[in-house]
Every structure is written in C-alpha cells, then in structure tokens.
C-alpha cells in the first residue's frame, strides 16, 4: 500500500524518506537529510533520529524522552525557506525550514535555521537557531 511522504515532496514515501529512514542510502544533501528527520519525527525513528545526530550532541539525546515525544506529534506541513550550502559536494550546510505540526490537539509551528556537517561523509544535524 502507498502513501505520501509526511516530509511535504508529494512522493510516495517508500521512493523520498523511506529509504533513508532503513538506512539503505544516506541523504545527499542537508535539505533531504533535514526533511528526512522531520518524517523521522513523525515516524516515531529514533533509532535514525540519533544516528543523523551529530557525535558531539548524542549522549546528550534520552532515547525515551524522543521516543514519547515523536508519539504526541502529528505532521501538518513541511517548508523549506532557504538552504546555505549543504549540497553534495559540501561539507557544512544551514537549511531554515518551517514545520506546522500537532501535539496533544494543539497546533504549533517550529521555524529553525539548522546547521548541518557531514561525518564519515554523511550529512549529520548539529543544531538549530529557533526563530
């Protein structure tokens, strides 16, 4: 059975996020990886949550907090504002996005500019500026 992706590109998910989310290919840019991670949220994937997180920053990640937070949210919509590098042939990227989202019946919208490296050549998130 199809379905659309939650990240927003109109394509079934099992042909946009789906293969990143099994780990089967990496994102080739730090807008697919952060549009990955958004549908990772939903998804409930923490498992690729923590493993697109930065080194530096994953002890930091309680597995169980992330876990019960992804099961209160529900996507509304995904978009990216701009992009700052991040492409296949960088090594830093910087992608504001703007996230309508759900939790507990109450909709909110999170606007970030994430900063993004790359790890043993695969893009990671570092961290994010709210705005």
């Keep these: 059975m199809s379905r659309r992706c939650p990240c927003g590109n109109k394509l079934d998910f099992t042909a946009c996020c789906g293969p990143y989310l099994s780990g089967a290919v990496a994102p080739p840019t730090a807008a697919a990886l952060m549009r990955s991670r958004y549908t990772a949220y ?37 978009e990216i504002l701009e992009t700052t590098l991040g492409g296949p042939r960088d090594d830093t ?16 919208v999170q606007r970030e500019r994430s900063r993004f490296t790359r790890e043993h050549g695969r893009w990671v998130y570092v961290d994010g500026e709210l705005s």
Excluded: M, P
């Design 42 to 78: 939903l998804e409930g994937a923490v498992d690729y949550l923590v493993a697109t997180t930065a080194a530096e920053q994953r002890a930091a990640i309680d597995r169980e907090d992330l876990r019960a937070y992804c099961s209160t949210l529900r996507g509304v919509s995904l």
């Design 93 to 108: 990227g910087f992608v504001t996005f703007e996230a309508a989202l759900k939790s507990a019946n109450k909709k909110f």
